[in-house]
């Protein structure tokens, strides 16, 4: 593992490589799992605040969850969750030939609205785990990522391809710290294993 001022981020994160490929696992993200997306505390007033504008494209029944149960939920460990329609998609999701997407990521390439989308999604396959004074970034392997980690000439690793998600959680500077210390840390790690 790696350490980075207030983040702790395991090894596979820099080793496996990853690169989200829709047209194979049709966004099932937003449709499979056991609750919601996670959600900071920050981004329900953000989302409250956007719904209107992320209405028109959402679903009908996303809207209809939205307006009868709220923006957000909480899972089994009283996390911040987005609400699912019937205990399966997220109802910020959008099918568009057969592939699910959030209606909050098109409003915002639209240029509705600035939040992209709640930042769990955005860095997904990392999981944040937040203590008292740290982060824990781990690589969250699901069956449905199977076809993004196979590794393809120039394929990326996850870090590599969660670049953009990860300075917007964390910041430029955080970013650039950890890529310097991370090729060190696996530079010092293969010489350890011949």
């Known amino acids: 593992m790696l350490v980075v001022e207030n983040t702790i981020l395991s090894d596979d994160i820099f080793e496996q490589c990853f690169s989200c490929d829709l047209s194979r696992c049709k966004g ?7 609750a919601g997306a996670p959600l900071d505390e920050e981004e329900i007033s953000i989302i409250e605040d956007s719904i209107e504008k992320v209405k028109p494209y959402m679903c009908h029944q996303g809207v209809e969850c939205t ?24 109802a910020f999701v959008v099918f568009e030939n057969g592939i699910a997407k959030c209606a909050f990521e098109k409003a915002f390439f639209d240029k509705k609205i600035k939040f992209r989308k ?26 449905v990522c199977q076809n993004a980690c196979q590794p393809h000439q120039q394929s990326p690793t996850i870090f590599e391809f969660l670049q953009e998600p990860l300075i917007r959680k964390y910041g430029k500077k955080w970013y650039q710290k950890v890529k310097k210390q991370a090729a060190l840390y696996l530079v010092n790690k293969q010489k350890l294993t011949f």
Request: net charge negative.
């Open 67 to 90: 307006e009868h149960y709220g923006v957000f939920d909480y899972d089994s460990f009283g996390h911040l969750v987005t609400p699912l329609i019937n205990d399966k998609e997220c």
């Open 28 to 34: 099932i993200c937003c449709v499979e799992g056991d």
């Open 118 to 143: 709640p930042i769990s999604c955005h860095l997904y396959p990392i999981r944040i785990s937040t203590y008292n004074h740290y982060d824990a970034l781990n690589y969250h392997q699901w069956s």
